[in-house]
């Protein structure tokens, strides 16, 4: 079927094992595949010991910015809703802000647990 100027075919059968044949369905000559080592560019984002270690240094000595400590006492009375409207707001996205949400609630829930075994 073609429309304008693109050509769609059916997709190609799955691949099964070729035989050293000229005709048939899996003809062609018979070859290993070659694997080849995950892309640098494939692992951009992913989270390292070493990074880990520098957030967690500069979040214990820096502290929490301003937006942050609001959102926190926003969600201390139960209110998600508008804490994820106003982490939206300063920080531009959605999911961006539903990720904030998140960290801050474990932040708040991992002290309420440190402070309940202090005690």
């Excluded at 707001?89 to 932040?107: D, F, Y």
């Amino acid at each position: 079927v073609a429309r304008w100027g693109v050509v769609s075919s059916p997709p190609p059968p799955p691949k099964s094992r070729k035989y050293p044949m000229a005709i048939g369905l899996n003809k062609g000559h018979v070859v290993t595949k070659n694997v080849s080592k995950p892309r640098q560019c494939r692992r951009r984002g992913r989270l390292t010991k070493h990074t880990k270690f520098v957030r967690d240094m500069i979040r214990e000595v820096c502290g929490f910015a301003p937006y942050e400590r609001r959102a926190m006492e926003l969600l201390k009375v139960s209110k998600d809703k508008r804490a994820l409207k106003f982490i939206k707001k300063r920080v531009g996205t959605h999911i961006r802000a539903k990720r904030k949400r998140e960290e801050l609630s474990n932040i708040l829930a991992a002290m309420r647990k440190a402070a309940a075994k202090k005690d």
